[in-house]
């Protein structure tokens, strides 16, 4: 047996963890974690030694972004119905709040947060998973964090000139 198929069943509850925490819904994760198996199954005469837990995540990663892509060229329909609009979201502390907002940032924020404080990755496991340089992970990084600490606390971000 390789040492892809043997590592690949203790990977398969964080890879669904990750997956659930991107995607936010657990039939899109389930299927997530379905196609990063298959792919690294076939792949696996790929595979030259490393960390198979990163390697798996990257190519879990690289499926999820390529199925937002997709999703971004389809229209979107929703049902518009005629009810008063919600009022303005509250900050409560919750795990409720905390999903909105994860929700709220730009999605590489969102991947290297998850990565590094989920998934518990070093900056430079996420930054491989990534493919960017661990400066950036660290950037990525700060900026989520600012941003969900001033949505929890209530604050509206700042405003950046552009002059």
Do not use: K
Request: charged content about 30%.
């Amino acid at each position: 047996m390789s040492t892809v198929r043997r590592g690949l069943e203790p990977l398969i509850p964080a890879l669904r963890r990750f997956a659930r925490a991107l995607s936010r819904d657990a039939e899109t994760a389930d299927d997530l974690v379905q196609d990063t198996l298959v792919r690294a199954l076939r792949a696996e005469h790929l595979f030259h030694g490393g960390e198979l837990r990163t390697w798996l995540f990257t190519i879990l990663l690289n499926l999820d972004r390529n199925r937002r892509r997709g999703l971004s060229r389809r229209p979107h329909l929703a049902v518009v119905e005629d009810v008063d609009p919600p009022a303005a979201p509250t900050s409560d502390g919750t795990g409720r709040d905390i999903q909105r907002g994860l929700a709220m940032l730009p999605a590489e924020q969102r991947e290297v947060l998850l990565l590094v404080t989920l998934e518990g990755m070093s900056y430079r496991e996420a930054a491989d998973v990534q493919g960017v340089p661990i400066g950036t992970v660290m950037s990525r990084l700060s900026r989520a964090r600012s941003a969900l600490r001033e949505h929890i606390d209530g604050e509206r971000p700042q405003l950046r000139n552009v002059l």
